[in-house]
């Protein structure tokens, strides 16, 4: 039997960390949009004092990155290849231990798996995912709708708080995998 140690705690983490909460904001690309409007102002407006910001791009960065205004902002990216890149969630992890992060912030379905399991094998103890709109889901038929809808559920039911920014996505995210309406919390963009 091989025993494994446990990950570290949260407050371990915190401590080997200066004292800060590292937060890691996951989007896909980082080009201008809204949801990189909110990652970006999260990013500007937090408490250096208490936390630390990185943004982690799936993809690549983008253009967005100059809404930033902060220089101790990192924006790293794990440039996933077309397609299934089960490779992107084991840099994710391995990221994520290295930099030492506490809560992952993930956005939206291009993210949510990866960070899911990420985080996960990662040890990271705290999970927010928020969903801004539904990128094309309905667009899906048969089973490669049925596929991706039971991947939200599982991923949506790992995390620790859904968010939504419109009461329509709430509605459309339980259309879309089952997810309680209850579940996701609705904050305005």
């Known amino acids: 039997m091989t025993v494994v140690n446990p990950p570290p705690s949260a407050a371990t983490r915190v401590e080997a960390a200066g004292g800060l909460i590292r937060i890691a904001y996951i989007v896909y690309r980082f080009h201008m949009g809204g949801l990189e409007r909110c990652v970006a102002r999260l990013c500007n407006h937090l408490d250096r004092n208490r936390f630390h910001p990185i943004v982690i791009c799936v993809e690549r ?4 990155a ?4 902060r220089d101790d902002v990192p924006i790293i990216e794990l440039r996933k290849e077309p397609r299934n890149d089960v490779g992107v969630v084991r840099r994710l992890a391995r990221l994520l231990q290295s930099e030492h992060v506490d809560i992952v912030h993930s956005h939206n379905w291009g993210t949510l798996v990866e960070s899911t399991l990420g985080r996960r094998w990662a040890g990271v103890s705290v999970h927010v995912h928020t969903e801004h709109g539904q990128e094309g889901h ?17 991923a949506l039911e790992q995390a ?10 709430r509605t459309q995210l339980h259309a879309r995998c089952g997810f309680p309406v209850r ?4 904050v305005p963009n």
């Open 66 to 69: 100059d809404w930033i205004d």
């Open 61 to 64: 960065n983008g253009d967005a």
């Open 160 to 169: 620790d708080v859904v968010l939504a920014c419109a009461e329509s996505v």
């Open 138 to 154: 309905f667009a899906l038929a048969g089973l490669k709708r049925r596929l991706r809808g039971l991947a939200t559920r599982w």
């Open 183 to 186: 579940r996701v919390r609705f």
